[in-house]
């Protein structure tokens, strides 16, 4: 079993940077051993992936936050980050951390196991 608690969600103004932070726990709770990933959902829209970071070393990012968006693991405290900089009215919505171990690189909704309950980002003057 995975527990996955975000922290670190606010109200920002645009330009601004926040950062999340993706705390897991549990029997079988080691991210070095699970890919993990950044989702989010504005109001009224779909999930959707803006980070994963791999348990072999691979990172990707979507279009709309590449050069913004940072994503790190700290497998030691079992924590990964998402770093948000460059903050838009558009980055609002609730961000969810999710974590797989199934085989392949989990670019979808339906490749995570385990999600965390979110963390609302609000960008606003």
């Known amino acids: 079993q995975v527990v996955l608690v975000e922290s670190g969600g606010g109200l920002v103004q645009p330009g601004g940077s926040l950062r999340l932070s993706c705390a897991a726990s549990?029997?079988?709770?080691?991210?070095?051993?699970?890919?993990m990933g950044w989702f989010r959902q504005p109001p009224g829209k779909q999930r959707e992936l803006v980070a994963l970071s791999t348990s072999a070393g691979d990172i990707r990012y979507s279009e709309s936050v590449k050069g913004r968006f940072s994503i790190s693991r700290d497998n030691a405290k079992n924590t990964v980050t998402l770093q948000l900089n460059s903050l838009k009215p558009e980055d609002t919505a609730v961000y969810y951390c999710a974590a797989s171990t199934r085989v392949g690189l989990p670019t979808t909704r339906g490749a995570y196991q385990y999600w965390g309950q979110g963390t609302q980002v609000t960008v606003s003057s």
């Open positions: 549990g029997s079988i709770a080691f991210i070095s051993d699970m890919d």
